[in-house]
């Protein structure tokens, strides 16, 4: 099994769709995911943008793992960091290294890009564990608190 990570260009459209819903399949959320799709425009946008990053990691063409990664660019040192905001592989497929191999290739990226780190949360619970094994084989662990702060208080 050759699976090939690629990073995707305003070119890719039809795979960023492929990939928008294997991740609303993969976290049982389809409906955040492919309700309300943005337009080919956006999409050219932001894949050709400077502050997203998408990986597909591709069988036969078929989307079977990626990333959805933003870089954040600092204001005290010239440099940035890359946030993993979305990691995900298909069940079938899991356990052979993928995950892996996406995240190596967006160390490439981050570090193309100037990037001094790559971070990633994870939820406490039963059903991320195998995501916090992954980070902790790949990275230093750091417990700290995540809040939502609404846009809109009423």
Excluded: W
Aim: hydrophobic share 45%.
């Amino acid at each position: 099994m050759t699976v090939d990570v690629r990073q995707l260009t305003c070119d890719d459209l039809p795979i960023m769709l492929k990939l928008t819903r294997m991740f609303g399949d993969v976290f049982g959320d389809p409906e955040s995911y492919t309700s309300n799709v943005p337009s080919e425009d956006y999409l050219r946008r932001l894949l050709g943008g400077d502050t997203f990053i998408a990986l597909a990691a591709l069988l036969n063409e078929e989307v079977v793992g990626g990333i959805a990664a933003y870089e954040l660019k600092k204001f005290e040192q010239e440099r940035s960091e890359i946030y993993i905001y979305d990691l995900a592989v298909v069940s079938a497929f899991r356990r052979r290294g993928i995950a892996t191999a996406m995240i190596e290739k967006l160390e490439k990226v981050a570090a193309d890009r100037g990037a001094y780190v790559i971070f990633v949360q994870a939820d406490k619970g039963i059903e991320d564990e195998p995501a916090i094994a992954l980070y902790s084989k790949l990275g230093q662990r750091e417990d700290v608190l995540h809040f939502d702060i609404p846009v809109e208080r009423g």
